[in-house]
């Protein structure tokens, strides 16, 4: 059964791809794109510690246990599908009012060797300064990437100033206070369905 959620995870996220090199679609994650996917039966995540926006400390996923977490890959110099998914996670947020307070929302770096956990610090600033960046590195991301359907290429792109740009899934994870993936939703997911999935996991108690 385990197998058979993680190649669900897979194929969902790869379908929710969105190129950070080009204009991201939104493609549906189910009959009803913008509910998102349930996992069910709920997958228990590999836990993971990477060093954080937060002075460099390192945070755990276990760390983040009690409350509902949402989690998005990405990194930023990324000019289209992460701000404006981190725009949504701020959004949801403040919908959650101060439920929002004790969720988490964390941003992890698919390019490390740029965001550094000064530069996540300063980028997550413009957004929300309770969210939380993790300086993610390639033998970490290669050992839980499964699990979230994972996918990131690096690619040089005329045009740009930017040295290489990071094609990326751009799907987002709901994550319960016992560290099980609950849902996953696809880019473009309207803020207030993100709110209504950390409530709904927060009634849950």
């Known amino acids: 059964m385990r197998q058979f959620s993680l190649l669900l995870i897979a194929l ?69 599908v992460c701000p404006t998914t981190l725009s949504e996670f701020k959004r949801a947020k403040e919908l959650l009012g101060s439920e929002g307070e004790a969720a988490h929302f964390v941003f992890i770096s698919v390019d490390g060797e740029r965001d550094t956990p000064e530069r996540l610090a300063r980028y997550l600033q413009a957004f929300d300064p309770g969210f939380v960046g993790l300086q993610g590195d390639e033998a970490t991301l290669r050992r839980i990437g499964k699990e979230y359907g994972l996918y990131y290429e690096q690619r040089e792109v005329e045009g740009t100033s930017a040295a290489y740009l990071i094609d990326h899934s751009a799907a987002a994870y709901l994550i319960d206070g016992q560290g099980r993936l609950r849902m996953v939703y696809g880019y473009g997911t309207p803020p207030d369905v993100l709110a209504s999935g950390v409530r709904r996991l927060m009634q849950e108690g």
């Not at 950070?20 to 939104?26: I, K, V, Y």
């Open 12 to 80: 969902l996220a790869l379908a929710m791809l969105g190129g950070c090199a080009q204009p991201a679609t939104n493609a549906p994650a189910a009959d009803e794109p913008d509910q998102g996917t349930v996992i069910d039966p709920p997958v228990q995540l590999t836990d993971f510690a990477l060093p954080s926006s937060r002075g460099g400390e390192t945070i755990a996923l276990s760390d983040l246990g009690g409350a509902p977490t949402l989690l998005f890959f990405g990194y930023t110099f990324c000019p289209d």
